[in-house]
Structure formats: C-alpha cells, structure tokens
C-alpha cells in the first residue's frame, strides 16, 4: 500500500489554527503589524529628540558592559580620528533597518523608550549648520553613553595618522614644515644661484614655508576648516 505523500503548508495550517482562533487570525497579525509600524515611527521620532539633561534607565542587569563608554573616551576618539559627535537629528545619512531594529530589540529588552540619541561619524556625514564608520549611542546620564548600534564600512587604516596633523595648531605648523622642507628638497641645483650651498637651501627653505603656509591659511579661512579639538562636538560646518 502506497502511503500519501505529506503536504507541508497543510500541517502548518492545522498548526496555525490549533494554536490561534482562524476566524481572527487576519486581525491579529494586522493589530501586531499596526502596533510594529506605531513603535518603529515612534522611534523615528524619537531620534530627532535633543537635550543635554536627557537620561535613559536602563536595566543595568540587562546591559553589556562592553557597550557603556564614557564622555572622555568618545572624545578622544573623536579627535584623533577627526570625528564628530552630534545629535542623531544632524545625520543625514540613511538610518539602516538594522539599527531601527537595534532599537527596538535594547526598548523591549529593558522596558524603556529611548532618547536623546547621538552619532560618531566623519562630517561629510551629517548636516551641519552654517557658523566612513557611523556609531549610534544612548545616554545613560552622567557622561556615560551606551552604545546602541554600529553599521556601514569600517574607517580607513591610516586615518588616525592622516588626521594627527589637525589635532592641533602645532601638529598643522610640523605638517606644514615637512611639506616645505620636501618641497625645498625637490628644487633642482641652480634653479635660484649657480652655489647650492646651506645658505642657499635655506633661503629656498623659508620662501617655501610661507608659500605652503600662506597656502594653509587660504584654505582654512576660506573653508572655515577647524582643528579636531574644536569640532568634535560642534554642530557648526565653520566651528
């Protein structure tokens, strides 16, 4: 005797409808649907929430201790990294899903609703008012954030070194010392006297300085450029 094949999606009706009324079963996955749409935009809201007082309590037995990051931590970060550290509503980037989710996963988990939010990212990243690794964060109070969701490409390896040189003034003034001396090296022999002597090289030396500071200054003035102290917290394009 040959023995009926089985049909899945028949078993998982029979499932389906020994475990939730069928009569009602269209309604109740519309009310959870409704209710899911209803938080998510809640929580779009939320993400354009600002305050320097704003306090998430979190349930501290519920929380990753990996994820808990102080004031100074984030801001060293910030300026060795040229970063900036602004509220979620000056990012103009695409929210993924995957941090809305984020979201609602930590709310659930600790009961809470969620605001105040904040994000580590380059500038380019957000928008900035007129005066490649986004990091989503919470405030926990005290000038302790935690760290909700992290999303997009890595940055790139050398940018700490890259961006060392406008940390500060004296960091820009070496960088602008070595483009000059390199810039002095590469002047052919005889090009300003028939004797390349040191009296010479320095004198090349210091007409290149000024030429690459003057150069330094043009660019910073008239891009309203910063050092990293100055604007990794600044929502100002110009800070």
Wanted: aromatic fraction near 16%; glycine fraction near 4%.
């Amino acid at each position: 005797m040959r023995l009926p094949r089985t049909n899945i999606e028949d078993k998982l009706s029979r499932l389906r409808n020994k475990e939730f009324d069928a009569s009602t079963w269209k309604d109740q996955v519309l009310k959870i649907l409704n209710k899911e749409d209803l938080h998510e935009n809640q929580i779009l809201e939320n993400l354009k929430t600002t305050g320097t007082n704003i306090e998430n309590v979190f349930d501290f037995d519920q929380l990753e201790t990996n994820r808990i990051y102080h004031i100074s931590q984030i801001k060293k970060i910030c300026i060795d990294y040229r970063l900036r550290f602004l509220d979620a509503k000056y990012f103009k980037g695409k929210l993924p899903n995957s941090a809305i989710e984020a979201i609602k996963v930590l709310e659930n988990k600790h009961d809470i609703e969620l605001k105040g939010f904040k994000i580590i990212a380059p500038s380019k990243l957000f928008k900035l008012e007129n005066a490649d690794d986004p990091l989503l964060f919470a405030p926990m109070g005290n000038d302790y954030f935690y760290l909700v969701h992290k999303w997009g490409n890595d940055l790139h390896p050398f940018r700490k070194n890259m961006m060392w040189f406008f940390k500060s003034f004296e960091n820009l003034l070496i960088l602008t010392f070595l483009v000059s001396f390199i810039l002095t090296l590469l002047v052919p022999d005889g090009l300003f006297s028939k004797n390349s002597d040191t009296s010479t090289f320095i004198m090349i030396f210091f007409f290149m300085f000024k030429s690459v500071a003057a150069v330094v200054l043009f660019y910073g003035f008239a891009l309203g450029k910063n050092f990293n102290t100055a604007i990794w917290n600044s929502k100002y394009f110009n800070a």
